[in-house]
C-alpha cells in the first residue's frame, strides 16, 4: 500500500558524512513511525534509528548514537538520516522502513509493514 524510495547512498571516506533520503507515498505520512535499517556482507537486518510519527521522539542504536541523526519533513513526505563521522564498519545496504501506529517494538525488523528497496552506502578507509 504505501511505496518507500530511498536515495542518498554512496562512495565516501571515512570520518566524512552523508545524508539518506527516503519518500513515501501516502499522504497520511504524519501518522507513521519511520525506522532505517541496514544489512552488512553477510549480516543480518540491524536497526539503525527510528522516529515517531510526531518526530518528537528519536531513537538510535548504540552502535550509531552521536554520529547520526534521524529528522522527517511531514509536509515532503521524507524522513532523512544524516550520516556524520561515517566508519568502514557503516557500509551496508540502508533500508526505509514504515509502520502505521503505536510506538513500540520499534527496533524489530518484523514489526515494520512497508520497505524500501534499499541504497547502498560504501565507507572507505
Known amino acids: 500500500q504505501v511505496q518507500l524510495v530511498e536515495s542518498g547512498g554512496g562512495l565516501v571516506q571515512t570520518g566524512g ?6 519518500t513515501a507515498s501516502t499522504r497520511a ?39 547520526f541523526t534521524i529528522s522527517r519533513d511531514d509536509a515532503k513526505n521524507t524522513v532523512y538520516l544524516q550520516m ?6 557503516d557500509t551496508a545496504v540502508y533500508y526505509c522502513a514504515a509502520f502505521f501506529g503505536a510506538w513500540n517494538n520499534f527496533y524489530r525488523a518484523d514489526r515494520y509493514d512497508y520497505w524500501g528497496q534499499g541504497t547502498q552506502v560504501t565507507v572507505s578507509s
Open 17 to 22: 558524512s552523508l545524508r539518506l533520503s527516503c
Open 29 to 67: 505520512f504524519s501518522g507513521y513511525t519511520m525506522g532505517w535499517f541496514r544489512q552488512g556482507p553477510g549480516q543480518e537486518r540491524q536497526y539503525v534509528a527510528a522516529s515517531t510519527s510526531n518526530g518528537r521522539t528519536t531513537d538510535y542504536a548504540d552502535s550509531v548514537k552521536g554520529r
Open 84 to 89: 556524520n563521522n561515517l566508519k568502514p564498519e
